[in-house]
């Protein structure tokens, strides 16, 4: 059994999980990165992407778009602007964003900002992941 | 000595403004829970990032970043949290009497207004007004802030304003707020925070923090998050605020209200025992004049 650490995640609005876990998967922005307990103390920028989370041979998952994770010897705390479980997304609403983000870098037109629908694709296809 | 009529008609329209204060009491103190627990669902979050900010930065010290120190512009930004409604007591003017008595110079200052009262007051005295977010107050959510942190960061950057500040309602407790003007740009590590935690934080503290990107990258990417983070933790401890100020301002007003009326009372009765007391002698008089 591996040894387990405490995980927090927070979001704006309220403290969408706390509890232990054994191993934390998600995506910064330099690659994807996986936790067990007494990882290097670490701070890394999330991109909006499925979080695993890993706790008595269960896995649950949620949509974390954007934020940022302090990762220390015992305990891991993920500041989510955004957070998300399976049951809260609108997977309709998401493949109707995707599809939205899609067609605009497509189109490649002046005045269209590329960033924002880069970022727009990204939390559409973070949430479609979660659900599936 | 008014007449009984106009004692009356006194007496009638301090009832019904008190009902208006009462039914506002009442509402008030729904919208203040409701408020309170929205204020205390964000605190962990503003905290937590706060702290990790502060601790970034001091243990980044020596990063030459443009986020950490002032441009050339002399001019300030002040975003104003006010409300868009009145009726509640000091609490638009204690946040406008901040920024007048303070050592910011007025022509140097400019406001992005979040609630229509404070915008309305500033203006009226001459303050620069460049943005309106009255809207966001009503119900805010943490897009809003977002979309205005990006606004002051872009004004930033493009050199239009030098420093960033903030001024909001703290929420202590429901009868205590406390106006309050911080400074969130350029940031500045305090140093006096960092030494006070104690025990396993401690610990924590001492051991090296690795950054993924590296501090530089980092801190262009947390400060935007940094700074929407704080403008929404004050966003809803103000919206606390405002409801906690309203609720005593009608409290107080219900009160008065209660006094009056039972002052107005007490005169009309006298007035019409003294109505009674000259008719009868009037009559007394009219019979022994006959008799």
Same mark, same amino acid.
């Given at each position: 059994m591996a040894e387990k650490f405490k995980l927090n995640i927070?979001?704006?609005?309220?403290?969408?999980?706390?509890?232990?876990?054994?191993?934390?998967?998600?995506?910064?922005?330099?690659?994807e990165l996986g936790v067990y307990a007494k990882h290097i103390p670490l701070t890394t920028i999330l991109e909006p992407c499925v979080m695993k989370i890993h706790s008595d041979g269960e896995e649950k998952?949620?949509?974390?778009?954007?934020?940022?994770?302090?990762?220390?010897?015992?305990?891991?705390?993920?500041?989510?602007?955004?957070?998300?479980?399976?049951?809260?997304?609108?997977?309709?609403?998401?493949?109707?964003?995707?599809?939205?983000?899609?067609?605009?870098?497509?189109?490649?037109?002046?005045?269209?900002?590329?960033?924002?629908?880069?970022?727009?694709?990204?939390?559409?296809?973070?949430?479609?992941?979660?659900v599936d | 000595m008014a007449s009984m009529r106009d004692i009356k008609r006194r007496r009638i329209s301090v009832q019904s403004t008190q009902q208006i204060t009462k039914?506002?009491?009442?509402?008030?103190?729904?919208?203040?829970?409701?408020?309170?627990?929205?204020?205390?669902?964000?605190?962990?979050?503003?905290d937590c990032m706060y702290k990790t900010m502060?601790?970034?930065?001091?243990?980044?010290?020596?990063?030459?970043?443009?986020?950490l120190k002032s441009n050339d512009s002399k001019?300030?930004?002040?975003?104003?949290?006010?409300?868009?409604?009145?009726?509640?007591?000091?609490?638009?003017?204690?946040?406008?009497?901040?920024?007048t008595g303070s050592d910011l110079k007025k022509e140097d200052v400019r406001i992005y207004a979040v609630g229509e009262k404070?915008?309305? $007051?500033? &203006?009226?005295?001459?303050?620069?007004?460049?943005? =309106?977010?009255? /809207?966001? *107050?009503?119900?805010? #959510?943490?897009?809003d802030a977002r979309v205005i942190a990006a606004r002051l960061l872009e004004d930033f950057e493009k050199g239009e304003i030098g420093e960033i500040y903030l001024a909001y309602t703290?929420?202590?407790?429901?009868?205590?707020?406390?106006?309050?003007?911080?400074?969130?740009?350029?940031?500045?590590?305090?140093?006096?925070?960092?030494?006070q935690e104690e025990g396993a934080d401690? $610990?924590? &503290?001492?051991?090296?923090?690795?950054?993924?990107? =590296?501090?530089? /990258?980092? *801190?262009?990417?947390? #400060?935007?998050?940094?700074m929407s983070s704080i403008l929404y933790g004050a966003f809803v401890e103000a919206v606390a605020s405002e409801n906690g100020a309203r609720m005593q301002a009608m409290d107080s007003a219900t009160s008065n209200a209660e006094e009056m009326i039972d002052d107005l009372e007490l005169k009309y009765n006298r007035a019409r025992q003294s109505a009674i007391t000259q008719e009868l002698t009037e009559i007394i008089a009219g019979a022994e004049a006959l008799g």
């Open positions: 927070i979001s704006p609005e309220r403290s969408f999980y706390e509890g232990d876990c054994e191993f934390l998967e998600f995506v910064s922005t330099e690659g998952k949620a949509a974390i778009l954007g934020g940022f994770v302090e990762i220390l010897k015992d305990k891991v705390t993920v500041l989510a602007e955004n957070a998300e479980w399976p049951g809260d997304i609108d997977v309709a609403r998401a493949h109707a964003a995707k599809k939205r983000a899609e067609d605009r870098l497509l189109a490649k037109k002046e005045g269209v900002d590329m960033v924002r629908a880069e970022a727009a694709l990204k939390r559409a296809i973070a949430r479609i992941n979660t | 039914a506002m009491k009442l509402v008030s103190t729904v919208k203040l829970q409701k408020a309170r627990g929205r204020a205390e669902d964000s605190k962990p979050y503003f502060t601790s970034m930065l001091s243990k980044a010290g020596n990063i030459e970043h443009p986020y001019k300030k930004a002040v975003v104003v949290v006010t409300s868009n409604r009145g009726l509640a007591g000091g609490y638009n003017s204690n946040i406008v009497k901040l920024i404070g915008m309305d $007051l500033l &203006r009226h005295r001459g303050y620069e007004v460049v943005a =309106d977010y009255s /809207e966001v *107050i009503e119900e805010p #959510v943490y897009d703290f929420f202590k407790n429901t009868v205590s707020h406390i106006p309050t003007l911080m400074k969130m740009l350029p940031v500045e590590a305090s140093e006096e925070e960092a030494v401690a $610990l924590d &503290r001492i051991t090296p923090m690795n950054f993924e990107p =590296d501090e530089e /990258e980092a *801190i262009t990417l947390l #400060v935007p998050k940094y």
